[in-house]
């Protein structure tokens, strides 16, 4: 059984920073890639950054160079270190992870955790 338990969320000032954590249970070596995703009030979920089971990343333009993903494979843990925030990514902050189809290379994210919410002003 599967588990993604999302923390680290809170209020802060433009400009201020948070890490958020992701604690994962379950089989997790099956995972392949990991991901943040974010959805704003009103607004369609939107990836922010991904990272591959040998620590390659990618992030969306309008976090790259502030936020950083980044895994602790004993711990178990994903995170996401958010600095210089802006009041536009204020939202709700999911965690997924999944696995990377061999031939599209694209990765299906099958699991889901609760969501943190980041609000900055």
């Known amino acids: 059984h599967v588990q993604l338990v999302e923390s680290g969320g809170g209020s802060v000032q433009a400009g201020g920073s948070l890490r958020l954590s992701c604690a994962t249970s379950?089989?997790?070596?099956?995972?392949?890639?990991m991901a943040w995703f974010r959805q704003a009030p009103g607004k369609e979920r939107e990836w922010v950054a991904h990272?591959?089971?040998?620590?390659?990343?990618g992030y969306a333009d309008s976090v790259k160079g502030r936020f950083t993903i980044s895994k602790d494979n004993p711990k178990n843990t994903l995170y996401l270190q958010m600095n210089n925030l802006k009041p536009g990514d204020t939202a709700m902050y999911y965690c997924?992870?999944?696995?990377?189809?061999?031939?599209?290379?694209?990765?299906?994210?099958?699991?889901w955790g609760q969501g943190t919410q980041v609000t900055v002003s």
């Open positions: 997924a992870a999944g696995l990377v189809n061999p031939v599209s290379h694209a990765c299906a994210f099958g699991y």
């Open positions: 379950g089989y997790t070596y099956t995972f392949s890639c």
């Open positions: 990272i591959g089971r040998y620590g390659s990343t």
